[in-house]
């Protein structure tokens, strides 16, 4: 791992106590060029998570709190007509930002959801048939309350299919949370996070992640993978092309954290579960169940012959 990505890291896990695994996979997901759903109750560091992240990087940082009443237009912006210059003008809304932080998206209904997809799955939106790009870094975290919470919509697939990961942010235990009163009770969370890269090293990066190789019996170990997804009657159905990708490209991002010029299985395996969890829902009438869903992926892990490196 760099210089530069170690004092990333430090940075979260340092505002962040017992963090290091979900600040990992944050990483990789930014690395990656891709977009994370965090899982979990309120209260337990979603929102300073990313806050974080964004100030350590110097981005633009927007937080978008999703509700009922949430309109596409509150997301994307909309035209107002200007009587002065009797045009109208573009305002933007608070999807142009570098970190974007959708605060309980599955508190808004499923078409305000769906405002998301094109500037995630294409780094634009589209207002009135004019396209307006988004700046790069662009990096979306969401959060997620449990569905058993009140005033909750399941997220649709073709939203979930966007994000590269998902994950739980695990409630801290007893060493964990006398850490935490520690950390405030000294005054550290009121200090500034003070940015140890640029937006400008954070695209290098990235470039850099993009480059990593991945050879050709890496390919098919997360093609065999992904097939042995499709096999188990337990779920309801196989993962898609854009999954594959995914996996294969957080692998990579993965590697670079670890300062690897080449994939291994250990990065794929890594990453398998952030990946293809939130795409799978079980056959029976348990949905996504999401624990029950990583334990069929551990067995399929288990199950797929481990190619050599190389």
């Given amino acids: 791992m760099s210089k530069e990505l170690q004092a990333l890291l430090g940075n979260l896990t340092t505002h962040l106590v017992g963090s290091d695994h979900v600040s990992r996979l944050l990483m990789t997901g930014l690395l990656a060029e891709g977009h994370v759903l965090i899982q979990g109750p309120p209260g337990i560091g979603k ?16 937080r978008i709190q999703f509700t009922p009443d949430l309109l596409p237009s509150d997301i994307i912006g909309c035209s107002i007509y200007d009587p002065s210059t009797k045009e109208f003008t573009f305002h933007r809304g608070p999807i142009f930002g570098n970190i974007v932080l959708a605060d309980e998206i599955n508190r808004a209904s499923p078409r305000t959801q769906s405002a998301l997809l094109e500037a995630m799955n294409e780094g634009q939106v ?76 954070l695209v290098e990066v990235q470039g850099i992640a993009r480059r990593i190789r991945v050879s050709d019996s890496m390919m098919e170990y997360v093609a065999r993978i992904c097939e042995a997804v499709k096999e188990r009657k337990e779920l309801a159905s196989g993962v898609s092309a854009r999954a594959s990708i995914a996996l294969m490209n957080a692998a990579k991002a993965w590697a670079g954290m670890e300062g690897r010029e080449a994939v291994y299985p250990e990065d794929i395996k890594a990453v398998t579960l952030p990946v293809l969890r939130h795409r799978l829902s079980l056959s029976t009438f348990d949905g996504r169940s999401s624990k029950r869903v990583e334990a069929l992926l551990h067995q399929i892990l288990d199950s797929v012959d481990v190619p050599m490196r190389g």
Avoid: C, W, Y
Avoid at 47 to 62: C, M, N, P, R
Avoid at 154 to 165: C, G
């Fill in 126 to 201: 589209s207002v009135e048939g004019v396209t307006h790009p988004l700046e790069k870094p662009f990096f979306v975290v969401a959060t997620e309350n449990h569905l058993s919470s009140v005033g909750t919509f399941p997220l649709p697939d073709s939203q979930l299919d966007r994000f590269l990961l998902s994950f739980e942010m695990p409630s801290p235990d007893v060493e964990a949370r006398r850490e935490i009163l520690a950390f405030h009770a000294a005054g550290g969370a009121a200090k500034e996070v003070l940015p140890v890269m640029s937006r400008r090293a």
């Fill in 47 to 62: 929102t300073s998570l990313a806050k974080t992240l964004a100030a350590s990087v110097g981005a633009d940082f927007k």
